[in-house]
């Protein structure tokens, strides 16, 4: 009998997973805010570069025509 859990054991282990499970949703919850982060950045960036490359596009395409 004296290897049976108290009362006050349970729910302290249940605070501990409650907790652990709280830390689980943040932790998650910051990767994708980085994620959506990273991508936004990525966007930008590849419409400065395909902008920059349309520009030089045009630029060689006018030098062809002229």
Do not use: Y
């Amino acid at each position: 009998m004296g290897d049976l859990p108290t009362q006050r054991g349970l729910a302290t282990a249940h605070d501990r997973r409650v907790r652990i499970i709280a830390q689980l949703q943040e932790q998650a919850i910051a990767t994708v805010n980085d994620l959506s982060a990273t991508k936004a950045k990525i966007a930008k960036w590849l419409f400065v570069v395909g902008t920059v490359l349309l520009a030089l596009g045009c630029f060689a395409a006018g030098w062809i025509v002229a």
